[in-house]
């Protein structure tokens, strides 16, 4: 099955800690990005790769982190000094920048 | 600044009603424009528009873009319970360092009651 998976679903964590979301895809994409949602807004960009070893910022990157070593994987870090941790966070990637993107389930991250 | 705006916010109907979802824009260097459908986790694609009067239908669903007056709507025919979702309308633009991204609208939140 192609797809695009991200781990785990809920995810808990004490104000001050660092916390890392999976995203994994096997659709050969290229490009892959990370968005933040949260209630009643639209998306917003963190942080987007098109091509392994290399990331750019989106509009709302302070406090989040990332690498991209393997084609597959996009792991996002959400760091202490992000200021309003809880929201839903979304993956998505696509076969070029341009194309539609294609979303994973999500990762619903509440920090207390 | 870029902006995506989606009306109405929500929207009750009942099953077999039509209903037209609108999105309009304002963005610099336009690509596309997309429509997504969110049930409770992952935005589902449903078209990518890119040119000017052209329908995209899939079943029940159709959407057509207007690049002069800068909008796009999402019709859904005989709607059904399943059709109970937030749609999400996107648009790429290209940005001056030629990066490309989407911007996403709130999303309209159709409620279908049987």
């Known amino acids: ?17 660092n916390v890392t979301l999976s995203c994994e895809q096997n659709l050969n994409h ?9 209630p009643g807004q639209g998306l917003r960009l963190i942080y987007y790769s098109q091509i392994v070893n290399d990331f750019q910022k989106g509009d709302i990157a302070e406090g989040y982190s990332v690498s991209r070593e393997k084609k597959e994987s996009f792991p996002l870090t959400v760091t202490s000094a992000q200021k309003n941790p809880t929201a839903f966070y979304l993956c998505a990637s696509s076969d070029d920048r341009v194309g539609e993107q294609y979303f994973g389930p999500g990762t619903r991250l509440t920090v207390t | 600044e870029d902006k995506v705006v ?53 079943g029940r669903l159709s959407s057509i873009l207007d690049k002069k007056e800068l909008f796009s709507i999402l019709n859904i025919t005989a709607t059904q319970t399943g059709d109970s979702a937030v749609y999400l309308c996107a648009v790429g633009s290209f940005k001056m360092d030629s990066s490309y991204k989407l911007i996403f609208g709130s999303g309209t939140r159709l409620l279908v009651r049987p």
């Not at chain 1, 099955?1 to 800690?17: H, M």
């Not at chain 2, 929500?10 to 009603?17: N, P, R």
């Not at chain 2, 209903?19 to 992952?42: I, M, P």
């Open chain 2, 6 to 58: 989606q009306s109405p916010l929500s929207l009750v109907v009942h099953e077999g009603d039509t209903v037209t979802l609108n999105c309009s824009y304002e963005v610099t260097n336009f690509r596309s424009l997309l429509w997504y459908k969110q049930e409770k986790k992952a935005p589902t694609f449903l078209f990518m528009l890119t040119s000017s009067g052209i329908e995209k239908k899939s």
């Open chain 1, 1 to 17: 099955d192609g797809g695009i998976t991200q781990s785990p679903k809920y995810l808990f964590r004490k104000e001050g800690q």
């Open chain 1, 30 to 38: 290229d490009a892959m990005y990370w968005y933040r949602q949260d």
